[in-house]
């Protein structure tokens, strides 16, 4: 069974950088294509940015488009999120899910396996 943990999430100030990991067991992540939602206080949960299993394909939500950056480990047991020039807005609960197979998507209900989140705060 997979399982999905993320770390990386913390506190910077606006402005700032933070690099979230998304890291699997009980299977590698090579044939399943990746999304990166985050939920924020009072707010639905949101796709921000997803990933092919193969890698050749990155979804951007437009509002971290450029700021953001997804990719995969060599190690296929593992996806980052690199997150540039922060802002409070970015502020919420960080969740990375997995659904088998070559859909790449931000639509949250396509995704079967999730992580328990970890948080970012964005505030000076």
């Known amino acids: 069974q997979l399982q999905l943990v993320e770390t990386g999430g913390g506190l910077v100030q606006p402005g700032g950088s933070l690099r979230l990991s998304c890291a699997a067991s009980g299977s590698t992540l090579e044939h399943y294509s990746i999304g990166w939602f985050r939920q924020a206080p009072g707010k639905e949960r949101e796709g921000i940015s997803a990933?092919?299993?193969?890698?050749?394909?990155?979804f951007y939500a437009d509002s971290v488009k450029g700021r953001f950056t997804i990719s995969r480990g060599n190690d296929k047991a593992t996806v980052y999120l690199q997150m540039n020039s922060l802002k409070p807005e970015d502020t919420a609960i960080y969740y990375c899910?997995?659904?088998?197979?070559?859909?790449?998507?931000?639509?949250?209900?396509?995704?079967?396996?999730w992580g328990q989140g970890t948080q970012v705060t964005v505030s000076s």
């Open positions: 899910a997995a659904v088998r197979g070559l859909v790449v998507t931000l639509a949250r209900g396509m995704y079967n396996y």
């Open positions: 990933i092919s299993s193969r890698g050749n394909k990155t």
